[in-house]
Structure formats: C-alpha cells, structure tokens
C-alpha cells in the first residue's frame, strides 16, 4: 500500500485479500460477547421453536395467488384456452404445498406460544389450505368487483389491464382478500404477514380482520390504514391518506390493553371518503350514500345520504416581498 | 406421528414427505372449479391474449435506464474513462433489445384491444425505443438540473453524490422523466406500469402524462400524488403528502366518466409547497414564486408572488389530570 | 411476417430474431451522442472515481443484522441454542467481510470529495467496522425496548413475534438505530443509503442522525419523516404522517444553505403524537408527558403535561340532492 501514490490510493478498490487477519482476530471474542448479552439485557431470541412463516415464500405463495386469481396477467407467456387446465392445475397443486407448509407454520407458532399440544397441525394446515382454494371463486368474484369499481371512478384509467396489472390499489385489495379468507378460517400471524407485505409494497396497511364489501376502489392509496375491527360495507370508494382508526384504547383492571373489541368504525354502503379524512372510533357509523370531504376529522356517527364538509380554515393571502 | 412425545410435536418441523395424498386427491376437483368459476360469476382473465409487459422485464429496464442517465454511480465496479464507450454501449445495446419487445407489447396490447391489425407491431417497437434513446442526453440534462434543485433545496444534503444515490424524489423523476417521453411516444400501459413501480418503491404518485419542467425538488416524498394532466413549471419544491388532483369528475350523457380532459392543476415557476397541501382541479393555477403553506387545501387560483397559510386552527391546551 | 394472417400478426409475441438489423445499425450513432453530451449539457457521472457502496450488498448486510439482532426469526430454519454459536459466528464473521467494504467504500468516497489521500482507508473500515459489532447487544437492548413498547402500545398486536415478523416500525428501527451507530462514528453516505432503503419499504422515513431513546414505538407509520437534528427522548409514540421537520434554512452571506445546524425539535420524554400532527422547528420543545392530537401543526414549545388538539374546524352536513 505504502508504495502507492496519493493519488492511486485515492482510487483504490478494496480486494478481498486486503483484509487483515488483526482485525478478524477480534471477532471471536464479539461471538461470545453478542451470544452472551441476552442474559444480562433484555432482548429478543426465538431459538428452540417453530420456524415462523417465511418470508420469501409468502412472497412466491402471493404471486402464484395473483396467477391463479388473474390467469394469463402476470406470466411471460400467453396463456391459452386450451391448455388452461394444466396451467391452472399446476399452479393450484403448487400454491397447495407452500401455502400448506406456512398455515402449519402459523398452526404450530400458535400451539407453542399458548404451550399447548400440536397433534394435529400438518392435517389442519392441509385441510385449512383446501378450505382456502375452494374459496377461490369467491374471491375472483370479489376482485372483479373491486376492478370494475375501480375503472368507474378513476377517469384516469384507461383499460381494465391497466388497473390488473399497475393499480396498487388492487394488489393491495388481492392480498387484503386473500389475507382476511385465512384470518377468518382462524390462521393467526400468516395474515398479518401477508397484509404488511402488500403495505410495504403500496403504502396501503389493511389490516386481515377488517370486513370489506364488494367494490371496494381505493385511488393512490399511500398512507391509507384500516384498522383490525373496521366493517365496511359495498360499493364504498376512498382515497389516500384516510384513516378508519380507533379512538382510544381501553385497558383491563391490570392496566393492559383490551385487545378484540370493537374499536374501528363502520362504513355502509356507497359512501366515498375524500383524500387523509380520518374517521374514528368504534362506535362511529357512516351512513349509506353519506360523501366525507378531504381532510375531515370526525369521531362520531354521520347519518345516511349526507356530505360533510371541513369549513375550510381561512387562508391568508400575502404578497411576497 | 403419533410415538412423538408432545414436546417433540410441538417442535416439529414439516417434512415434504408428511404431505398427505389424502389432501392432494381433492385438488383436482378444486381446479376444475376455478377454471368453471369464470363463466358463472364475474371475473377477469386474459387468455389468448398479447403477453402483458413483464414487470421483471421493466425492473431490468428501469436499473439499465439509470445505469446510462449516472454512468459510474449504481454498478459494482469502477467506470474509467477509457472504457466508458464500451460499458455505455453495451448498456445501451441491451436496452435497446429490453426495451424494443416490452414497447411492443404495449403496442400489440393496445392493437387487441381496438381490435385492430397489427401488422407493423414490431417494426414500430424499434421504432420508438430508438426515438426514446436519442431522448437520453435530454433526460440526462433535465435530471441534472433536478439534482442541483435538490442540493439546493435541503440542508441535509451533504453531496451530489448522496442525492443520486439515495434520494427518493430523484429515483422517482428519473422513472417519470423516463416514462413521461414513452408517454408522449403515444406508448400505452408501460409508462403507467413505471411509474406505478417507482410508487411501490417510494411512495410518490406521478402519472405519465403530467408535465413537468426542470430543476424539479421532491423532498421526502412519500404520500405525493401528482395527476394526469398536471402541468408544472420549472424550478418548482413539494414535499412530502402534496396532492396536484382533480376536483369533480364530469361524465359524459351516458354517465359514463369522461377521460382524458384537464383536471389536475397548473403549477407556474419557482412555486413553493409544503408538506400535505392539496391542490385540487384543472382551471386552478397557482402563480410564479407562490408559496403554498403547509396543510393548505386549495381548489380556486392563486395569483403569482403570493404567499398562502392556512389561518392555523387555534391550538387548545390541557393540563393533563 | 407479411404472410401472417392479421389475426395471427395480432397475438404474435416477438421472438428475438425479429430484432431488425435496420434498427440496431442505429445503435452506435447513439452511443457517440450519449457519451458526447455530457460536455454539452449539464449532467452527472461518477467515473474514474471510489465505487459508491452497493445498494444490493447493503440489503445483504441488513439482513445479516437483522438475524444477529433476532436469532431465529427470519431464517428457514430452526436455530436451536446447542449450535447457536457457529450459527452467530457464521453470520458476524459473514457481517465483517461485507459491512467492512462497504464502509471503506464510504470512506475512499470521502476522501475523494475533499480530495484528500486514502492512506488507511482500508485499516479504518475494518477498524469501524469492529466498533460497530462490539455495539451489538447494546443495540438488541434498545430494539427490546422498542418492541416491548409497540406491544404495550397497540390493541390490534397479538404477540411479540407478530411484532418482531411483520411491524413496519421494528423494521424502521431496526434499520435506523443500526444506521444511527454508524453515522455517529463518523461514516458517512452509507448510514444515509440504509435508512433510505427503509424508507422505501415502510414508508417511514427517519435520518441517520436524528437520536431517539429507548422504547420508541410508531404504529402504521406510512409518511413518517423524523429530520436530521430531532432528539427524542423515552418512551416516545408516534402515528402514520407525523413530520418532525424543519421550519426555515438559514443561509450564510453567500446565500448558500447552512447545513448541520439543529433544526428540528426536540421530543422528551413519554410524549404521544397522533397521526399526521406536524412539529417544526430546531427551538420546539415538545414537554414530557404530552400528548399532541391528530393533524395538529406546531411550531412553538409545548410545556410538560399538556395535551394539545386543535380546535377542530367546524363540519359542515348537508343532505344530498
């Protein structure tokens, strides 16, 4: 190195063989150092115990949902009518054995964390993933519904394709529906995973236990959260940055939080719900047909067949100097 | 299974081999279902249909795009100048091939769905990918400028460098200053499904077709949404939650949205907006050197040299029991 | 291709011996006119320059931390605590060879942009690289907090492992308080790159040099933004949109902006701030105990134990037509 001038040594790219033995001589004594520090602070290991559903094969579970879900969107390849079946055949058989695995995963998870006996996990993940895709049609149904919602409110859409296949809005409805399909057949964990996928990749968090109606358009999305009890009703439309929240968090006599009651509001039908409105509380009830305008904050029940409005807060108007 | 001890059970993991035949043999039962869904309830496919440009196909496009635009900046090894013409042409070759098929797609797409021959799908692919590669000294110009806007703009900038590097506002121009020229190509669905890619991976919103001049800042970023038909000035800042969207959405006799008509905002030079203003319809123009405060929500226009606050609603402070 | 029927020409996908010669001729003239127009027009690159480091190695490297940081969360398979050693060895001597790359590549990267010389460049990363590794169990102590926190802060979280495999907030901090570690030992553009990635996956967007206590817990969290001088102290809850930004950019006699200077506020002890509420500003003290409502816009101190909402804008119903 010493022979280098300044200015190549500048430039110098770091090879592999430049690392020195000095400092990797350091590293067992960190080893023992990091294995150690869990007994003296607090932290977190997960060591002896169920794999937890993995990540990366949700991932491949999710593309093969939207596969079977879209036939013929997302491949490199054309689909025919003809060989459909074998098509569809393979990917089902596919989606069967990694789904399976990881609803056993959830089932297993589930068993330790309450230390109770796991005799029968793989059966009931096999028979809970069977349950899954005999629900398939439905949700197909569903989709189709929340897609042509989608191409009546947005005037920028251009095609049914365009929304399929670039509307984040959409992607996050399919892992929405899917994700809520299995939190309700009982799987716990594999739901929340699924649907914090589909809001890292859209910015849109649904939580799995919400109940959402058919057509059900979201535009843009980012920001937008809806909260675990949430009931939303058919034909409702909102946009990014609303909120369906909870209002406030009730706690038990030991002072911990309540968790499973009612805490998120309900929406009926055909209500639109402008750009970052927040809407709280579970007991906060939008009535059918009701518009709520940008911006809006509300806590409390709004009856059906109205608009509500912020009175816009005055502007101020300055000539710059 | 059963000779394991409970312990043991609770522990298992799942072997490939413990799937059941019991299951698999309801599969293709399952599958002959999904495929007759289609015909009795609503759903959309796309079979024997023009191959949808790939997502993966554009991801590859997107890196080789950026790869050109800032030699030297995102691969993993040292770009010298003596060998700069080989490293860029054989960049711009692979483009060229990448982007040639997935621009034909889109033609062939577009074609189908008109019903339309499509007799020079190919030869037009060539066509335009070349046109949008002679567009690439251009780009590479327009995006400069919006870097020093960026150095320019925020004190937490330390170098060029950084910016290029890490900053969302520039991954996201870099993919619309891109897809805005397949755009006014008269390229269909790939432009959207780049610039909804760019939104997946920094939260901002920009439709293909908006215009939008040089030296252009985005700070932050997540949660913007900029329309279809937005047209911005040069040297113009937002942050983070700024929406340019429309206001009404007018149909036409048959109740059907009307498509492609003026409805975003116009935005003149050197306009500043801060973070979670909303600007709202398509006759709204907000004058040069403007500033638009934070939180501010407006629909009507704002003379040039102006300053707009929201008259700030009054704080209420409450000693907490 | 003029013997095709248009039926057959409408479905066609492009096989790569399609590619026309005609138009690849073009290519070369292309690639003169790329590389020429940099002396032309303004632009960027980043030749015969240090390597900047590699964003897919830094995804490498937050993996690694992530499964020191939580041993036998994310892996796909069973760590058990007789051969956790060899597995952490593993990993912390893998994280050494990466992490120490990387950093030297920072720092040749630095010395290249005051033009300074390199002559231990490589020693420091692996020295740097060290400190960070002893740093460690601090750093699981502090993520503990942080998770114990989101548990005790959220109705909707069913266990700790739900928290740990699916928050977008542990994820967010996980990635900061490593990034924060680096930053304060004087490693630059890297720090930046890693929150940055955060940033474009949950949204959340915190600056490597912000200082936030222990048991920091940000629920939904989509639009974030925690500047560069923010200090926050224990026991901090935040919601999805809160800003902690900056108010003005003071600029020296040049008029160049000032940068390092604080210009964010500070946050003590136990404050909550719901979502989207914005605070601004190097002199705004939020005091501890204090709670600041949604949507809330501040910019002057709060003192302890106060509660601040806004007088919220008066609602306006009207029955639709």
């Given at each position: 190195?010493?022979?280098k001038?300044?200015?190549?040594?500048?430039?110098?790219?770091?090879l592999?063989?430049?690392?020195?033995?000095?400092y990797r001589?350091?590293i067992p004594?960190?080893?023992d150092?990091?294995?150690?520090?869990?007994?003296?602070?607090?932290c977190?290991?997960?060591?002896?115990?169920?794999?937890?559903p993995?990540?990366e094969?949700?991932?491949?579970?999710?593309?093969?949902?939207k596969?079977?879900?879209?036939p013929?969107?997302f491949?490199?390849?054309?689909?025919d009518?003809?060989?459909l079946s074998?098509?569809?055949?393979n990917?089902?058989?596919?989606?069967f054995?990694?789904?399976s695995?990881?609803?056993?995963?959830s089932?297993?998870?589930?068993?330790?964390?309450?230390?109770?006996?796991?005799?029968?996990?793989?059966?009931?993940?096999?028979?809970e993933?069977?349950?899954?895709?005999?629900?398939?049609?439905e949700?197909?149904s569903?989709?189709a519904?929340d897609i042509?919602?989608?191409?009546?409110?947005?005037?920028?859409?251009k095609?049914?394709?365009e929304?399929?296949?670039?509307?984040?809005?959409?992607?996050a409805?399919?892992v929405?529906?899917?994700?809520?399909?299995?939190?309700r057949?009982?799987?716990?964990?594999l739901?929340?995973?699924?649907?914090e996928y589909?809001h890292?990749?859209?910015?849109?968090?649904?939580h799995?236990?919400?109940?959402?109606?058919k057509?059900?358009?979201?535009?843009?999305?980012?920001?937008?959260?809806i909260?675990e009890?949430?009931?939303?009703?058919?034909?409702?439309?909102i946009?990014?940055?609303?909120?369906l929240?909870?209002?406030s968090?009730?706690k038990?006599?030991?002072?911990?939080?309540i968790?499973?009651?009612?805490?998120?509001?309900?929406?009926?039908d055909?209500?639109?719900?402008y750009?970052?409105?927040?809407?709280?509380?579970?007991?906060?009830?939008?009535g059918?047909?009701?518009?709520?305008?940008?911006?809006?904050?509300?806590?409390k029940s709004?009856?059906?067949d109205?608009?509500?409005?912020?009175?816009?807060p005055?502007l101020i108007?300055?000539?710059?100097?």
């Amino acid at each position: 190195m010493g022979s280098k001038s300044p200015a190549e040594q500048k430039r110098c790219t770091i090879l592999d063989s430049m690392v020195d033995n000095r400092y990797r001589s350091e590293i067992p004594a960190i080893v023992d150092m990091v294995i150690n520090s869990c007994s003296e602070k607090g932290c977190f290991d997960h060591l002896d115990a169920a794999v937890i559903p993995s990540k990366e094969s949700l991932i491949e579970i999710i593309d093969l949902i939207k596969d079977i879900l879209f036939p013929g969107y997302f491949g490199d390849q054309t689909v025919d009518r003809n060989t459909l079946s074998y098509h569809i055949g393979n990917e089902i058989t596919d989606l069967f054995s990694k789904l399976s695995k990881q609803i056993t995963n959830s089932i297993i998870q589930e068993c330790n964390r309450y230390d109770e006996d796991c005799t029968d996990c793989i059966d009931r993940g096999q028979e809970e993933t069977l349950k899954f895709l005999k629900k398939i049609p439905e949700l197909r149904s569903m989709l189709a519904s929340d897609i042509v919602a989608t191409f009546e409110g947005d005037p920028a859409a251009k095609s049914y394709d365009e929304i399929i296949f670039s509307y984040p809005g959409i992607f996050a409805m399919t892992v929405y529906r899917s994700a809520h399909q299995l939190h309700r057949q009982g799987i716990s964990i594999l739901p929340r995973i699924m649907t914090e996928y589909a809001h890292s990749i859209v910015g849109i968090d649904i939580h799995p236990g919400a109940r959402i109606g058919k057509g059900f358009f979201i535009d843009h999305g980012t920001g937008v959260v809806i909260g675990e009890t949430c009931e939303i009703g058919d034909n409702v439309r909102i946009y990014q940055g609303v909120t369906l929240g909870s209002l406030s968090f009730p706690k038990n006599e030991k002072g911990e939080l309540i968790r499973g009651e009612k805490r998120h509001p309900t929406i009926e039908d055909d209500v639109i719900i402008y750009s970052n409105a927040t809407i709280l509380g579970g007991e906060t009830r939008i009535g059918a047909r009701s518009v709520i305008g940008g911006n809006v904050w509300i806590t409390k029940s709004v009856p059906p067949d109205t608009k509500v409005m912020i009175e816009e807060p005055r502007l101020i108007f300055k000539e710059k100097k």
